[in-house]
């Protein structure tokens, strides 16, 4: 019988650090951690927990678990292993990359190459951070699998940002490149369909300012209530990640969107502004 949240909750100590098996390999103290922030009310606080339980022990102990993991897929090069010889000589352990990444799939081709070449210039205690975070969302992928949540919320905010990454300036989108620059075509395009995002997740009002701000406000459940404001910028510097900035767009906005098909309003309204220029390409002073 796959495990509940609520047998989870009413399980004997040891019952319910069995449902957690198995999830840091070769580290059974931390589901008997996480065991003791019951009761959890969501998986995500379940892989909250389980995360503080790795993170918050002492470096000796992260050292030892990660020497206990086998090494990451190698890529076909003939000098991956030499490769990976040398990361565990810098570091003292081997190299660990997600197998499941962020869509569980895993790593495509390169992927494992890429990240090794990037991660080897770490410092130390970085890389070991690094490293407990691949840790970490194998973690996550094995827990939501063994008590049967689909991530839906997250998957469509990374659903957003992929499709947004898709505009970007010339020079750079021919290259599979990320540039965006403020009031440039593909400036112009992201603004246009973070607005219809907004109103597909039910905000009562969006507009885009003089400036090229996009404003998303959700009513509170009464007049004259005060209002919460969040929000991040979509421009970005050259050759960017696709999520600096947008992750701050994007996750209030899917909270609008669950507060709105649940149709509730708060007791104070909701003011998303993806705001149009924080990282000062164009000109020398930012919004």
């Known amino acids: 019988m796959a495990p509940t949240l609520a047998r989870f909750n009413d399980a004997a100590p040891q019952d319910a650090a069995a449902m957690l098996a198995d999830l840091y390999p070769h580290a059974p103290w931390a589901a008997e951690q ?7 009310h969501s998986v995500a606080q379940l892989q909250l927990a389980l995360q ?3 993170d918050d022990t002492d470096a000796a102990t992260q050292l030892a678990l990660l020497r206990a993991q086998p090494v990451a897929m190698l890529d076909a090069a003939a000098d991956a292993a030499a490769l990976a010889a040398d990361y565990a000589a810098r570091f003292g352990f081997p190299f660990i990359l997600s197998q499941y990444g962020p869509r569980g799939a895993g790593p495509q081709d390169g992927q494992w190459r890429q990240a090794l070449e990037r991660r080897r210039h770490n410092a130390p205690d970085d890389e ?3 490293a407990l ?10 827990l939501y699998d063994r008590f049967g949540v ?7 905010i990374w659903d957003w940002q992929e499709k947004l990454s898709a505009h970007s300036d010339p020079g750079y989108a021919e290259n599979g490149q990320l540039t ?5 075509d593909a400036h112009r395009a992201c603004a246009q369909r973070i607005s219809h995002w907004m109103r597909d997740c039910g905000f009562d009002e969006v507009g885009i300012d003089a400036v090229g701000n996009v404003v998303g406000r959700y009513h509170a459940n009464r007049a004259d209530a005060p209002i919460l404001m969040s ?8 050759n960017a990640g696709k999520y600096d900035g947008r992750l701050g767009i994007f996750v209030p906005m899917a909270c609008v969107r669950a507060l709105h098909r649940q149709g509730r309003r708060l007791p104070y309204a909701i003011e998303v502004v993806a705001f149009s220029e924080e990282e000062g390409q164009r000109y020398p002073a930012t919004f």
């Open 231 to 238: 929000g991040s910028h979509y421009d970005t510097v050259r």
């Open 52 to 54: 503080r339980a790795v």
């Open 128 to 130: 070991r951070r690094e």
């Open 34 to 40: 996480a065991v003791r922030a019951r009761p959890v």
């Open 150 to 156: 689909e991530p839906d919320l997250g998957n469509d």
């Open 180 to 184: 965006v620059t403020y009031l440039t």
């Open 133 to 142: 975070r691949q840790l970490h969302r194998d973690a996550e992928v094995r």
